[in-house]
């Protein structure tokens, strides 16, 4: 029993390991591959006459790595702050309709040749952090991007019951089997192996949405879409 129990926690220590150095191999890809395109497409435009259409399109190719950039430096940001208690979460009163409109109106406008749908309730007020629950929402939408076809509709919802107000990111993607539910919020989780794997990412988005959806009261989980894809549910409890 005793060498069994010794043989389970090396073989855990090992794992954590291995997903603590894939992450790192991550992040520094993700990291300088932004970075690397930033800076051949502005030394692009330094360089040479580009017409307009080209010119614009240089531009738009380099918003949308910083905001990759930014996105990813916030999640690190942000979890190592909220693991070592220096973040200061902030309980306010805000207008949850409004920040999944605004974020909802931000994608379009940033990824325009996708199909996001947005069903709402109006005036859905909530006490939590701003910047937390927006960060959770990206990393929710980000997801659905990059895990179904650019040719299928992400959809959005919120409403409001007795108990909950339930927030939805569905897709139409490949969906997410039943073994792997729950552990896709583990920290540093990646569904498949390096060598399957054709998504970017760090394994850290999920994990950040379950900190900040339990630090709003709320759980996060996953179902299956119909026909396919995923449906990720925040549902924040009314006391
Ligand atoms: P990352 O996307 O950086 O790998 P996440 O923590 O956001 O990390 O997600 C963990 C894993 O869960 C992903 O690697 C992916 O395998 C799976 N996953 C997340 N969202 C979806 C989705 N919408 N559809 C299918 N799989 C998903």
């Known amino acids: 029993m005793g060498a069994g129990f010794v043989y389970r926690a090396v073989r855990r220590q090992l794992k954590t390991q291995q997903q603590q150095q894939n992450f790192m191999m991550a992040v520094t890809h993700e990291l300088k591959t932004p970075i690397a395109v930033a800076k051949l497409n502005l030394e692009t435009l330094q360089k040479h006459q580009l017409d307009e259409t080209k010119r614009q399109k240089l531009i738009l190719m380099t918003i949308q790595e910083t905001n990759r950039l930014n996105s ?21 009163e805000l207008n949850m309709s409004d920040l999944v409109k605004g974020t909802i109106t931000d994608f379009k406008s940033r990824f325009p040749l996708r199909e996001w749908e947005l069903e709402k ?31 299928k509709p992400i959809t959005c919802s919120l409403h409001k019951s007795n108990q909950a107000i339930e927030l939805k990111v569905s897709d139409e ?24 794997r054709t998504a970017k990412g760090t394994g850290l988005g999920l994990y950040l949405c379950k900190k900040i ?10 179902t299956d879409n119909t026909p396919s894809g995923s449906n990720f549910i925040v549902s924040f409890k009314i006391r």
Do not use: C, W
């Open 72 to 92: 990813l430096t916030n999640n690190i940001l942000v979890s190592s702050q909220l693991e070592g208690s220096s973040y200061s979460l902030s309980k306010e």
């Open 121 to 151: 309730e109006d005036d859905i007020e909530l006490t939590g952090d701003t910047l937390l629950l927006t960060i959770l929402l990206n990393n929710l939408l980000e997801n659905a991007m990059k895990y179904s076809p650019a040719g």
């Open 173 to 196: 993607g490949s969906g997410i089997p039943d073994i792997e539910k729950k552990r896709i919020f583990d920290k540093f989780y990646r569904i498949g192996n390096e060598a399957t």
């Open 213 to 222: 959806a339990s630090d709003h009261n709320a759980d996060i989980f996953v």
